[in-house]
């Protein structure tokens, strides 16, 4: 009698929205979406809050002190992460967040405001790094670029209402609604991550023994290289007007980050040695070239071509989709990831410089949308390709360290160039918008332009 041979049915990655992951994945969309939210808002009502609590010579670090608070939560929420497992930093950061959100809205002083921003960025920052170790520890690694892909999708619908959305509040209401409005989303969403929480939280893997595991050493980097970007902004802002006190400041700032930068990421990362020290790297190359420019086309928009908060926000939302129609394309088939992510710098670098034509005389602001989808298209098949590399390039007992590193030189590289460009803006004067954001997308370019050279550097030593 013959037996009959059995053929062995192709394998198939679980579907993200299938029985296996649906709850986890639908968890994770939630929150994402609601910090989705929180950013795409604040970018377009900050020119009114800039107004209302006259502060526009602090554009700049309202976004830089949610990122540089960011980043101590970044490393703290990874050593847990690999130590205890990344359900309480998520909760915890969600607490912070909605905190945050409520002093925002309740901020009475430019300095109250700048405190609500810090208290924001140490939510978002241990909510990320978490969701981060979530999708290492829960998804296959198949699945790994389209739950990427889904994260930038949850930003779809924040991109398509949020700016506009805001704007119209801020029109309308006032900008304090606009922080008030996203406190309430974080109840249902929270009740339905958890399930999805404890569905995802297993048992965390043996912690590395390495220099990024040592819990006192690692909070003082961070701390160090958190206040070391924290002065080496003040200092240089200060620098045309007290030049003593911000040379000191200044000093004190690079020292800082000297010491603690380089123990928050992998060895030879600071400089670009081949395989993950450049996958991450690279993480901080993209951000701050995008983010160092996003964070003033608003400002642009309505200080030069005559926009109101709700068009600019507008202008930001149709440019946003570009970003989600390249993390999406990058899933369709095995891509040679360093290839993507150079493509990806020179959009973003390409995206950033044609934003210039917005000052052509004679011209219109909205030339600023086509530009900004071209600079998003470059985000998103980039920065999902590095996430993904970086996770396959990990260690499981350094998933923690190393999503906290990603963030950490996104974070960074946001706050320094969204820092320096405040300190830009109010150097060459208010009056003079035009030369101070050519000025930014200059130095901008020039940061793409490195991330066109090094990416391929990403690949793994031979």
């Given at each position: 009698m013959t037996v009959p041979k059995t053929l062995d049915a192709p394998y198939e990655?679980?579907?993200?929205?299938?029985?296996?992951?649906?709850?986890?994945?639908?968890?994770?969309?939630?929150?994402?979406?609601?910090?989705?939210?929180?950013?795409?808002?604040?970018?377009t009502v900050m020119p009114a809050v800039s107004?209302?609590?006259?502060?526009?010579?602090?554009?700049?670090m309202s976004f830089s002190a949610f990122l540089i608070s960011g980043l101590l939560a970044n490393v703290v929420a990874g050593l847990w992460s690999d130590r205890r497992g990344h359900a309480v930093p998520f909760l915890l950061g969600i607490g912070l967040f909605t905190a945050g959100m409520v002093l925002a809205g309740a901020a009475g002083t430019k300095e109250l405001f700048i405190v609500a921003r810090v208290v924001q960025g140490l939510g978002g920052g241990g909510v990320v790094v978490a969701i981060y170790v979530m999708i290492a520890r829960v998804y296959v690694p198949e699945t790994r670029p389209k739950v990427f892909a889904a994260l930038s999708a949850a930003w779809v619908l924040p991109a398509l209402i949020g700016p506009g959305l805001s704007g119209l509040i801020a029109?309308?209401?006032?900008?304090?609604?606009?922080?008030?409005?996203?406190?309430?989303?974080?109840?249902?969403?929270?009740?339905?991550l958890l399930p999805a929480l404890r569905a995802g939280e297993g048992p965390a893997p043996e912690?590395?023994?390495?220099?990024?595991?040592?819990?006192?050493?690692?909070?003082?980097a961070a701390a160090a290289t958190a206040g070391g970007a924290g002065a080496l902004l003040y200092g240089v802002d200060r620098l045309h007007n007290a030049p003593l006190s911000g040379g000191i400041a200044t000093a004190a700032g690079l020292v800082a980050l000297a010491v603690g930068l380089p123990r928050l990421l992998p060895p030879r990362a600071l400089r670009f040695g081949?395989?993950?020290?450049?996958?991450?790297?690279?993480?901080?190359?993209?951000?701050?070239?995008?983010?160092g420019v996003n964070a003033f086309i608003p400002l642009l928009l309505t200080k030069v071509s005559g926009f109101s908060v709700a068009e600019a926000g507008i202008a930001l939302t149709i440019g946003a989709l570009g970003w989600t129609t390249g993390s999406y394309l990058q899933t369709r088939r095995a891509y040679d990831r360093p290839r993507l992510v150079r493509l990806g710098a020179a959009a973003v670098t390409t995206g950033v410089l044609l934003t210039l034509l917005v000052l052509v005389p004679g011209g219109t602001g909205w030339v600023a949308v086509p530009a900004w989808v071209v600079a998003g298209f470059g985000m998103g098949i980039g920065m999902t390709s590095v996430n993904v590399t970086a996770m396959r390039?990990?260690?499981d007992a350094e998933q923690g360290a190393n999503s906290a590193a990603l963030q950490v030189v996104d974070t960074l590289g946001s706050a320094l160039t969204i820092g320096f460009g405040g300190v830009l803006?109010?150097?060459?004067?208010?009056?003079?918008?035009?030369?101070?954001?050519?000025?930014?997308?200059?130095?901008?370019?020039?940061?793409?332009?490195?991330?066109?050279?090094?990416?391929?550097?990403?690949?793994?030593?031979?």
């Open positions: 990655p679980p579907r993200i929205f299938g029985p296996r992951y649906r709850t986890a994945t639908l968890g994770i969309l939630l929150v994402v979406t609601l910090i989705a939210f929180e950013g795409m808002s604040v970018g107004k209302d609590l006259d502060a526009l010579d602090l554009y700049g029109t309308t209401l006032e900008w304090r609604w606009v922080f008030y409005g996203i406190v309430p989303l974080v109840v249902p969403a929270l009740v339905m912690p590395a023994t390495g220099p990024r595991s040592r819990p006192v050493a690692m909070t003082l081949h395989g993950l020290p450049t996958t991450i790297m690279m993480r901080g190359v993209l951000s701050s070239a995008f983010f390039q990990s260690p803006i109010n150097l060459i004067g208010h009056d003079d918008i035009p030369t101070g954001y050519i000025t930014i997308v200059v130095l901008m370019a020039a940061v793409g332009l490195l991330g066109v050279g090094v990416a391929g550097r990403m690949r793994d030593a031979t």
